[in-house]
């Protein structure tokens, strides 16, 4: 019978594991769910019902789905609150909207809050349609208690978890410390959400109870928080004194009245039960912050007296905005008082705000001290933009952007006395932005400029991409530096004289996370990766500042791709420490003593305050900088420091302080000498070991044959990758084939290559597949001699000493592909491949089953069924068969053959023998190279149809050419299609596959209850377990012996025939399920299963599948390895453990069938059996947010409710008790990829190297590439 719920509230029960804070905890209420109703409970979302003692939870149409508890006003349970939750899942299927747990500040009517989950294997903290936060892995199991705590103070939300009856954690497992602080609401308990796909959630709760964890006394806690800001102080004056010694004068006189206020708290601290002084803590606190500034004032650093900035009028303040029209109106939304307060958005540069007025001067503050004065030194005489300032060595002059010339914007510069104004850049175009400028060494200047005429590629605007160039002082002899498809950001230069800057990239890569910071010699050579390279995180660092006499370290702003508009937090990196992810991170200030987790999270920092913009390093530790300290803050200038101190220099009421420079001469870098040679349309490029660095971790000596080379055709003005499709999930841009260069038995390679072109190499196996995809790329300036070590090698290393094989003669000529460099076209490329092996038969006519053949014959480009945009038919036909690493991949390095074209089931089926086809070697390289590629339909932007009409892109092609012509020195049109060598299509038609003999074997095949009786005759036992670890076992079945046929006389594939005779000489024992990631970890805890994108856009891990649950199936790990985990597991148990071969493996799967597959013999039949390609991979809900692409793989018309590899064990077995045979992942055997018919003895099997066979396939694979006989 339903019951009603009741609210006990209690005075003194604490739940066991619960721990008070300081033993100053007191009870609000607590629940045991057995009670009659009380009206403070409301439920949103979902069912929910109270039966046997629970509250039980199941998923329902709304999002969110929660129980909250109303008590009182929100204020009262929003902060300094503990809510403890006993939780037990009854059945549960991994999805989106599968989620459980515990929740706090839940809006009464919405239920929007702040949540601790059970989530995707992971315990995630998460605020409700705003971001997902920390998370860590935590499997859970139906059927089974845990315990739930969420904690929320000033500092952020803790959360852990664990399982009823094991200790609880002794510290929290989750923590989030950039949540608003402002958000109020009550306490709830979380059940599944609604929402598309077919998760399962399921939940009961038993008990909870809400917490006060702060003491009662609120000056007890505000004179613990003064504390320690007083302990920051100390640090402080403790480093300076250590520092500098007599140069901080007045340092010991400092630490002794720091050490005065510190007893003059602890005497403050009122006693337990007794009130306390407010007025005498207010007077200490100012006292403490009056110190504060005096003490820190003083530091030797300070010592200039003028300081530099921009004074802009604050849009907040003003009665009437400007206003916003055209284009600029659809983005600047993200983030609108920073872009209206000159702050472009993140995904653009200058071009959008000159449209914009500003009321701003650049001024000089004198002293640089609290009370200071604000001088002009320059405003412009039009309502127009001032900013990038960019101060000279000697501190007598400094450039600035501003509008000029043709109303766009130009390099200013102007003298530190506020005289002798001119405009740098020559302003010759009229269609043409340049800003963003910095001083060189030897005199020449930086800057960027839009006279690339690309456009930002996920935006089919005019936002006009900006790339550096160089120029003399006077604005002559202007030369392009940087050929990139994105923006160039915040120029500024190394101690060495290196140029330091961000450059935003997306090939095949989630484009919200990809900004990386690089460096390059001043005239353009010797451009490479100085952070963030494979890290989706950060997602942006602007105005990244070398760190004074520290050549490792600088400091930058991170930020997001959305949201805040350059502006965010101030982090401080060390590259000798790491260059990838939060790696090389020394902290985040403020942040002392505090680890800062790489999160992948779009709107990186909105929420995250103090916010900070425009860092000037005075040291590692001391910094200058624009500061906004909370929300409601104006836009200052402060000096900070590593030890989370903060001193106000200057604010003015209505304005926005930006860009402190201090006004005096800095140490001018050394020149390097020009490397380029002017004269050369060439370079050469030097590596020295290919098989150095992680990009082919573990691939054996020998295998690269050769490099690929190929280049980028980047978007026009007026279109985009994501509206003009290049293909059906990418690739952003139009790829260009250059041809091949030979890698040396050493894996040493040296080749020249065009100069002023942006190129990616991919090596080769001896097939011409790519074994790594390099999704970047790099660009040589003329006559420059570019060396690198490896593959995705660390910068951290150099190159060996050793002599190199390819260093021995000269440097070796591109060998072209298939005549010249072009865009790589389908209807060019590869419909020839189609026309001569496969509309013979795939010509639109009736299949012989009655169903309908897919068409291969050549035809317009025109919409499809899963396809909005207009593909070629035959493009659209097989692209349905092709795994690639899509329009925006995982950041993060790939996994070595992550994307071979092995790995695609249209390459499996046409290497199998498809219907008696084989392909000559020109027709595998075509579709091999369109596959590595990314798959692309056009090979140039004037064919897509939605392009090919539109009068702006021509203009803006032809004033490409222009300008790259002038300014780069290349007069190709990358839009033209030269003349090649017409493929032989004359049509191949293989004669139909004969029937072979069908071989017999003795007792074959035989039902289930004689599988069963056989295996239960085979031994003592037919199940076993083997201790891997405590708590991790391998459960093992009894296979007996016997014999069957392998292989299917009447195949369809080549490779299957004939079918032969096998026999299995003895019983053997099998592992029951796959190998799963908790077992592997065990062998290899740095081994990671790693994830799945799911397709189009990324904005978060959310939109990446986990395949590094400990329950799933371990997946990418090579041959190698997993003859590597047997040999483990041998020494482990002392047992004898190998892969199995291909007979084995065959026998134990059939099981006594004769049938294609174990289960039932028809796909239709998979769903309970096996984790196959079918119509869950086609649940938009699961595979794509908020995008309008459609999933077009090729599935079966089935629903296994799996969409990648789910936990070992969730189908049923076959008759000797295997799981998951097929599909779910594929499976390794010792034997050779050889033909049939099979032999146990064939050397082959033994030899080393050469290809193995894989059995079983996987979830990506439909259920014709899973039979028992079907081999890989």
């Known amino acids: 019978m339903r019951r009603i719920l009741a609210v006990i509230l209690t005075a003194g029960a604490v739940l066991p594991g619960l721990a008070r804070a300081s033993g100053q905890g007191r009870d609000l209420f607590s629940c045991d769910f057995n009670q009659p109703a009380a009206k403070e409970w409301k439920f949103v979302g979902g069912q929910w019902a109270v039966q046997d003692g629970c509250l039980k939870s199941d998923r329902g149409p709304g999002d969110p789905n929660k129980a909250i508890l109303v008590l009182g006003p929100a204020e009262a349970v929003s902060a300094d609150v503990l809510l403890t939750a006993k939780i037990r899942i009854d059945a549960w299927r991994e999805g989106d909207w599968a989620r459980a747990g515990i929740g706090l500040c839940a809006d009464a009517a919405s239920g929007r809050g702040l949540n601790l989950l059970f989530h995707k294997g992971r315990l995630n903290l998460m605020r409700d349609f705003i971001a997902w936060g920390p998370g860590c892995d935590f499997e859970v199991h139906p059927g089974r208690w845990y315990w739930m705590k969420l904690l929320k103070t000033s500092q952020g939300l803790s959360g852990k978890a664990w399982l009823e009856g094991e200790s609880e954690p002794a510290d929290w497992q989750v923590t989030w410390d950039e949540i608003d602080p402002g958000v109020k609401g009550y306490p709830a308990l979380v059940g599944g959400s609604g929402g598309a796909g077919s998760d399962v959630a399921r939940v009961s709760f038993s008990r909870c109870e809400l917490q006060r964890v702060l003491p009662s006394d609120p000056l007890a806690w505000r004179a613990t928080r003064q504390e320690a800001s007083l302990r920051s102080l100390r640090l402080a004056v403790e480093d300076l004194v250590r520092t500098f010694a007599g140069r901080y004068a007045r340092g010991r006189e400092y630490l002794a009245r720091i050490e005065e206020l510190e007893k003059a708290f602890v005497a403050a601290r009122p006693a337990a039960g007794q009130a306390g002084d407010s007025g005498r803590l207010d007077a200490l606190a100012a006292a403490v912050e009056a110190l504060r500034a005096e003490a820190l004032l003083a530091n030797p650093l300070l010592d200039f007296d003028k300081l530099l900035l921009v004074k802009r009028r604050d849009a907040r303040t003003m009665k009437v905005r400007p206003q916003v029209r055209g284009e600029a109106a659809s983005f600047y939304g993200n983030d609108a008082i920073g872009f209206l307060n000159g702050l472009p958005i ?14 701003n001067e650049i001024a000089v503050l004198s002293p640089v001290r609290p009370g200071g004065k604000l001088t002009r030194l320059y405003r412009p005489e039009r309502d127009v933009y001032v900013g990038n300032l960019n101060l000279h060595f000697d501190a007598d002059r400094l450039m600035f952007s501003s509008v000029g010339s043709h109303d766009r914007w130009q390099v200013f510069e102007i003298g530190a006395d506020g005289r002798g104004l001119r405009q740098v850049t020559p302003g010759l175009e009229n269609d043409v932005d340049n800003y963003d400028s910095c001083y060189l060494p030897d005199g020449r200047v930086l800057f960027a400029s839009s006279a690339c005429f690309q456009s930002v590629p996920c935006e089919r605007r005019l936002d006009e991409v900006a790339n550096f160039c160089v120029m003399n002082a006077d604005g002559t002899g202007i030369r392009r530096l940087c050929f990139d498809q994105d923006h160039n950001f915040c120029p500024t230069l190394l101690a060495d004289g290196r140029v330091l800057y961000t450059r935003w990239e997306y090939t095949d890569i989630a484009h919200a996370f990809s900004a990386r910071l690089m460096t390059m010699n001043p005239d353009g050579t010797l451009q490479r990766a100085h952070y963030a390279s494979s890290s989706h995180w950060p997602n942006r660092i602007f105005y990244a500042r070398a760190i004074p ?20 937090e101030l982090v401080l990196f060390d590259v000798a420490l790491g260059r990838t992810q939060a790696d090389g991170v020394v902290q985040r200030i403020p942040g002392w003593g505090r680890k800062v987790q790489p999160k992948m999270v779009d709107n990186l920092v909105d929420r995250s305050w103090p916010k900070f913009l425009h860092p000037h390093p005075l040291s590692d530790k001391y ?8 929300a409601g803050s104006r836009w200052g200038i402060y000096l900070v420091d590593v030890f989370d101190n903060s001193v106000l220099l200057c604010e003015e009421d209505g304005c926005v302080l930006f860009e402190p420079v201090p006004l005096r001469s800095a140490p001018r870098p050394p020149v390097i000498p020009d490397r380029v040679n002017l004269a050369s349309r060439k370079a050469s490029v030097y590596l020295s070991d290919i098989y150095a660095g992680e990009g082919l971790r573990g691939v054996p000596r020998g295998t690269v044959t050769k490099l690929r080379l190929f280049t980028y055709h980047f978007n026009f003005f007026g279109t985009s990758g994501i509206e003009d499709y290049i293909g059906m999930d990418g690739p952003w841009d139009v790829r260009r084939v250059l041809g091949t260069v030979p890698v040396a038995e050493d894996g040493s390679a040296w080749f020249e290559v065009p ?9 080769l196996d001896a097939e011409g597949k ?11 300036m003329p006559g420059e001699a570019v060396s690198c070590v490896g593959c995705h090698e660390s910068v951290n290393s150099g190159p060996p000493s050793r002599p190199t094989v390819a260093l021995a003669g000269g440097p070796a000529q591109i060998q072209p592909w298939r005549g010249p460099a072009r865009g790589f076209s389908w209807d060019r490329e590869v419909q020839p491949v189609l026309d001569k092996y496969c509309v013979g038969c795939h010509n639109g006519w009736a299949a012989s089953s009655g169903g309908a053949e897919p068409d291969l014959r050549q035809a317009a480009a025109r919409s499809l069924p899963l396809s909005p945009a207009p593909f070629p038919p035959s493009f659209y036909a097989l692209r349905r068969f092709v795994r690639s690493p899509g329009l925006e991949g995982d950041p993060q390095l790939l996994p070595v053959a992550d994307y071979h074209a092995d790995a695609n089931p249209l390459v499996q089926m046409l290497r199998k023998g498809h219907r008696g086809v084989q392909l000559n070697e020109e027709a595998w390289d075509r579709i091999v190279t369109w596959l590595d590629m990314n798959a692309p339909a056009y090979g140039t932007w004037m064919e897509v149809p939605t392009v090919s009409g539109n009068p702006k892109v021509r203009a803006c092609r032809d004033r490409r050419m222009d300008l790259v012509r002038r300014y780069g020195g290349i007069a190709e049109d990358y839009e033209a299609i030269p003349d090649t060598p017409r493929p032989d299509v004359t049509p191949v038609v293989p004669p139909p596959l004969p029937a072979g003999p069908v071989p017999t074997a003795a007792d074959w095949p035989f039902p289930a209850d004689q599988a069963r009786r056989r295996q239960a005759e085979a031994g003592e036992r037919t199940a076993m377990s083997v201790e891997l670890a405590p708590g991790v076992k391998m459960d093992l079945v009894l296979i007996p012996a016997g014999e069957m046929v392998m292989g299917e006389a009447s195949s369809a594939y080549a490779d299957e025939r004939p079918a032969c005779r096998a026999r299995i000489e003895r019983a053997f024992w099998m592992g029951a399920t796959e190998v799963t990631n908790e077992q592997y970890a065990l062998f290899d805890a740095e081994h990671s299963s790693g994830v799945e994108p799911k397709l189009w856009l990324k904005w978060s891990r959310d939109d990446f599948f986990n395949l590094d649950r400990p329950g799933q199936p371990v997946c990418r790990v090579s041959w190698q390895e997993a003859r590597a985990f047997c040999d483990w597991l041998s020494a482990k148990t002392g047992k004898r453990f190998s892969l199995p071969s291909e007979a084995q493996w065959e026998w134990a799967c059939r099981a006594g069938s004769a049938e294609r597959w174990s289960f039932p013999n028809s796909p239709a039949a998979s769903a309970s059996f096996a984790n196959l390609a079918d119509s869950a991979m086609l649940d938009l809900g699961r595979l794509a947010r908020l995008e309008k692409v459609r999933p077009f793989m090729a599935v079966d018309p089935v629903d296994d409710k799996s969409t990648v590899s789910a936990p070992v064990g969730s189908y049923q077995p076959n008759r000797w008790g295997l799981y998951d045979m097929h599909g779910n992942v ?3 055997t010792s034997s050779a990829y050889v033909p049939y018919p099979f032999s146990p003895g064939d050397p082959r099997h033994a030899a080393a190297g050469g290809r193995r066979s894989v059995r079983g396939g996987s979830w990506y694979d439909r259920a014709d590439l899973t039979r028992c006989q079907d081999a890989k």
């Open 549 to 568: 006499g520290r050549p490792n370290m600088f400091v930058g702003i991170v930020t997001g791709h959305h949201g805040t508009a350059r502006a965010g």
């Open 346 to 359: 993140n995904f653009q540069g200058n071009s959008y705000l000159r449209e914009l007025p500003f009321d």
């Open 623 to 630: 910094f200058l900088v624009s500061c906004q300290p909370a």
């Open 770 to 780: 790519a074994l790594q995809l390099m999704r970047s790329w790099f660009t040589a």
């Open 755 to 763: 100069a002023n072109m942006p190129i990616a190499v991919q090596p």
């Open 1226 to 1228: 594929a499976e390794w």
